[in-house]
């Protein structure tokens, strides 16, 4: 395979290692609100709060509920995600303030009625100040580091593949399809995940500036979620676009450090958006 169409090892060389979210001192404690970032995704929901550790649980089947409570990047169970997040922050030692600063990630494109679910289940759980919303490629640029430039980012998950174009980690466009690697295991092709995110990537080229356009293309194409782990999905990406391919350092956790940065910059100064 020629040098323009390699997967490079899981360490994004622009940016180096992903950074994790700044824990607060106990001075800015005192002053800010808790600052706390959450992604409920299809396959697996993560939280992160400022100053503890960050947990991550199967999003999974609610016991005795006909649906999933998240499909397709989509809250489906409002209730189950509520109860599921309560469980999963049970596991802190000390319970979580009220006033807290909550950034929720977002699939690109999300549409209001998506949002308002995802703000019912951040407002039952944690009964915050305030909640925003970061797009989750956005949040995973931030977090790897490498939301400086232009930058062509796809995050292929567990129900949905998202790709966008950045620009100083701006959302300049953006794409978005319900498939991902579950699809593998319920005996979807490989092929067709590789050739859904190329279709993807090559028309944002294609919308693009040139400057962006040739800007991304030179740094190549980062990848995070589920699919950065997955070699054969890696290669064939790198060999249908003929650029560089490369993850993150830390492909399932990228987005989760960038939402707790955002989190921690909002908390701190209450004029961010």
């Known amino acids: 395979m020629p040098a323009s169409s390699t997967v490079a090892p899981a360490r994004h060389p622009i940016s180096g290692p992903a950074p994790e979210p700044p824990v607060d001192s106990h001075a800015s404690a005192e002053t800010s609100p808790t600052a706390i970032a959450v992604i409920l995704g299809s396959a697996r929901t993560q939280v992160w709060v400022a100053g503890r550790r960050g947990l991550s649980c199967p999003t999974g089947d609610t016991a005795g509920a006909s649906r999933a409570l998240v499909r397709r990047g989509r809250v489906a169970d409002s209730r189950g995600c509520v109860d599921l997040l309560t469980r999963l922050i049970r596991q802190y030692r000390d319970p979580i303030p009220a006033g807290s600063v909550v950034v929720v990630c977002r699939p690109v494109l999300a549409t209001m009625a998506e949002q308002y679910l995802l703000r019912q289940v951040a407002t039952a759980v944690f009964a915050p100040s305030r909640v925003l919303f970061i797009d989750t490629v956005r949040a995973a640029a931030i977090g790897a580091g490498a939301a400086a430039g232009s930058l062509l980012i796809a995050d292929i998950g567990a129900e949905i593949i998202e790709v966008a174009a950045l620009r100083h980690g701006r959302l300049t466009a953006a794409r978005r399809m319900e498939i991902g690697t579950r699809d593998l295991k319920r005996g979807a092709p490989t092929e067709l995940l590789a050739r859904v995110t190329t279709r993807m990537v090559d028309e944002l080229r294609e919308e693009a500036t040139d400057a962006v356009a ?26 249908k676009l003929r650029i560089p391919v490369r993850s993150t350092a830390a492909p399932w956790t990228a987005a989760l450090n960038g939402a707790g940065l955002t989190a921690v910059s909002a908390a701190r100064h209450p004029a961010t958006r």
């Not at 040739?214 to 060999?239: F, Y």
């Open 214 to 239: 040739a800007a991304a293309s030179a740094r190549g194409l980062m990848v995070v979620g589920d699919g950065a782990m997955t070699p054969s999905l890696m290669l064939q990406i790198a060999a």
